[in-house]
């Protein structure tokens, strides 16, 4: 039977499976839910990855509070090379229940697609590494080692602290992040950038208290306002992000995204147009975006005639490799200082940030990738920018700098991952573990 016969008779596994997992709310705020769900989808991992031969597996605490699960498995040949397997198992919270046209965690099949929370990001890439490891069965000619960690979506760096004290547990000669995605479902791709981030929160304060509007507007400055001033001068006319000090004028030189693609998997509604005068791979991966994240100001809905002494912002910036996030930072906290009106005072709040990162492409681990996903595929695999961060791959490119680290996963645009109503293309987990499945036979060769 061939590889990829073997693997469309496991599909069956895989839905029961993933339903199992996505029936977990292992959402890593326990503000929100218990953490006892997320230990739960730990030992959930544990148990069936000591099904396809790992040993040494177990739960390994990290300095967030997180419990990452880490095993290996030896490979059946001597002097063979180490491939790292990536994944999480923590997932976004679903957000606006009212919004899911099926129950967030009860994985539920609609037009082909399976839907729930984590189904693509990342529970899918789990099923993707278990569902190659089946089809492998013992032939597995390289040295594995595995780490899903439990923390990846609060952001709060437990896997990257534990990378940088256990340097030698995780070293591998490659780093399969699963956690991206394809162009489109049945177009293979590996990302090979992806943006920093900043965050911040800017504060803006005019007035001792609030005032009657009638009495005191038109003289007395409105911090509102003002905040509503500072934030228009982030963007032109155009869209393009304008924050002084800061380069907004590069182009990405890798495959495209056309226009008209991405109108659908955005969803944007008629007449309303894109964004920045480049092109959308552009704007997405190769310049700065800066995006509004949440306003403190009264609602609608209860709001007085009264003119506002305070408002803040928090703000999140993109940053594209070849610009280093800090002073990409030190350039938004000056921006937002040098547009503040009439005087208002105006503070702002350092949160995270993130360096964007950029893969070497040119080794064995690219090849064997290659030759795998057309196989697996039957087209070229292409390469692409991804205008999100992950922070880890910074930490594995800085810990381990002969590693090869490639980017790949379930998650293509029609997943709305973070959003309500994730789902996962069934075809991207079996066509992505046939690729995976070929890639650990044929990477030794290359």
Not at 116 to 133: F, Q, V
Not at 421 to 426: L, Y
């Amino acid at each position: 039977m061939s590889l990829a016969d073997r693997i469309a008779g496991l599909m069956g596994q895989a839905r029961i499976d993933l339903a199992e997992l996505v029936a977990i709310p292992s959402v890593a705020d326990p503000r929100q839910y218990p953490p006892e769900e997320c230990t739960k989808a730990a030992n959930w991992v544990v148990e069936h990855f000591a099904e396809v031969g790992f040993t040494d597996l177990g739960l390994r605490e990290t300095s967030d509070g997180s419990k990452a699960v880490f095993g290996v498995r030896p490979a059946t040949v001597p002097n063979a090379p180490t491939v790292l397997l990536y994944a999480h198992y923590d997932v976004q919270p679903p957000l606006d229940a009212a919004a899911w046209r099926t129950p967030p965690f009860e994985l539920t099949e609609t037009g082909g697609r399976w839907y729930g929370r984590g189904a693509a990001d990342c529970k899918g890439n789990i099923i993707m590494h278990l569902t190659a490891l089946r089809a492998l069965g013992g032939d597995v000619p390289v040295n594995l080692k595995l780490i899903v960690e439990g923390s990846e979506e609060q952001g709060t760096g437990g896997l990257e602290d534990f990378v940088v004290r256990n340097p030698d547990l995780l070293r591998a000669d490659t780093i399969l992040v699963c956690d991206t995605g394809n162009a489109a479902v049945g177009v293979p791709a590996a990302t090979v950038t992806l943006r920093g981030m900043v965050n911040v929160v800017v504060t803006v304060e005019a007035l001792a208290g609030e005032l009657h509007s009638g009495m005191f507007g038109g003289a007395a400055p409105d911090a509102l306002a003002a905040l509503v001033q500072i934030l228009s001068t982030l963007r032109d006319a155009a869209g393009n992000t304008t924050i002084a000090g800061l380069e907004s004028g590069q182009t990405w030189g890798g495959a495209p995204y056309p226009t008209d693609q991405f109108r659908a998997d955005a969803g944007l509604l008629d007449g309303v147009g894109l964004l920045g005068d480049g092109t959308v791979s552009d704007m997405l991966w190769a310049r700065p975006a800066v995006t509004i994240l949440g306003v403190d100001c009264p609602p609608v809905v209860g709001s007085a005639a009264a003119i506002q002494p305070h408002a803040r912002a928090r703000l999140n910036l993109r940053v594209p490799p070849g610009t280093d996030a800090a002073k990409a930072e030190d350039a938004l906290i000056a921006h937002l200082h040098a547009a503040a009106p009439w005087g208002v005072r105006i503070s702002v709040a350092r949160e995270a940030i993130g360096q964007p990162f950029e893969a070497h492409t040119g080794g064995p681990a690219y090849r064997a990738l290659a030759s795998a996903m057309r196989e697996a595929f039957g087209r070229d695999m292409t390469t692409l920018g991804q205008g999100g961060s992950i922070p880890l791959c910074n930490v594995f490119a800085d810990t381990y700098p002969e590693a090869e680290i490639v980017l790949m996963g379930v998650e293509e645009p029609l997943a709305l991952i973070h959003a309500p109503n994730e789902s996962v293309d069934p075809g991207e987990i079996a066509r992505l573990a046939h690729a995976e499945a070929l890639f650990l036979q044929r990477y030794q060769q290359i």
